[in-house]
């Protein structure tokens, strides 16, 4: 098995069991933002790949999809969920703020060396501060969607 068969796994253990840990707050509230999250990693992750900006030479279903199904529908799902539950709803804007680039650059970082190192992911005109910028904006609308669904579960917004 390879370097990037053996990262994978360990992507796939270290995730599961964050899952659980996470799921077990409040599962019905941390499954939808983890869905979510898939729909919209899925749709701006096919998009980068089709245009051919990113690429991943090693990927676990080589024929059903060109992009990570890992990170795109495991990784970065259970990430948005951490950000989620533990958000720091009473802090000020600038302290919010960085949370969000700090879990950004929690995804930015790995990914670099990962991209530099391994052959799990390649650059095609694509460059680190994208990854980040798109991680933050993408974390944004995941809680701008968790908002959203935690009103209509507590009757405002006219949810029952």
Same mark, same amino acid.
């Given at each position: 098995?390879?370097?990037?068969?053996?990262?994978?796994?360990?992507?796939?253990?270290?995730?599961?069991?964050?899952?659980?840990?996470?799921?077990?707050?409040?599962?019905?509230?941390?499954?939808?933002? &983890?869905?979510?999250?898939?729909?919209?990693?899925?749709?701006?992750?096919?998009?980068?790949? /089709?245009?051919?900006?990113?690429?991943?030479?090693?990927? /676990?279903?080589?024929?059903?999809?060109?992009?990570?199904?890992?990170?795109?529908?495991?990784? &970065?799902?259970?990430?948005?969920?951490?950000?989620?539950?533990?958000?720091?709803?009473?802090?000020?804007?600038?302290?919010? &703020?960085?949370?969000?680039?700090? &879990?950004?650059?929690?995804?930015?970082?790995?990914?670099?060396?990962?991209?530099?190192?391994?052959?799990?992911?390649?650059?095609?005109?694509?460059a680190w501060y994208?990854?980040?910028?798109?991680?933050?904006?993408?974390?944004?609308?995941?809680?701008?969607?968790?908002?959203?669904?935690?009103?209509g579960e507590h009757?405002?917004?006219?949810?029952?």
């Amino acid at each position: 098995m390879t370097v990037e068969r053996w990262l994978l796994a360990g992507v796939y253990v270290v995730t599961l069991v964050a899952l659980w840990v996470v799921h077990r707050q409040e599962p019905r509230t941390v499954q939808a933002v &983890f869905l979510f999250q898939q729909c919209l990693s899925w749709i701006l992750g096919l998009l980068v790949v /089709e245009v051919g900006l990113l690429e991943y030479p090693v990927r /676990e279903f080589r024929i059903a999809t060109r992009t990570s199904f890992a990170f795109e529908f495991l990784v &970065f799902p259970a990430i948005a969920c951490y950000v989620n539950m533990y958000y720091p709803r009473t802090k000020d804007p600038l302290l919010k &703020f960085g949370y969000y680039a700090a &879990f950004a650059s929690g995804v930015t970082v790995p990914e670099y060396f990962i991209e530099k190192y391994t052959d799990l992911i390649a650059y095609n005109g694509w460059a680190w501060y994208w990854t980040f910028i798109s991680v933050l904006i993408s974390l944004m609308a995941s809680r701008w969607f968790y908002n959203w669904f935690v009103a209509g579960e507590h009757g405002r917004y006219g949810g029952t």
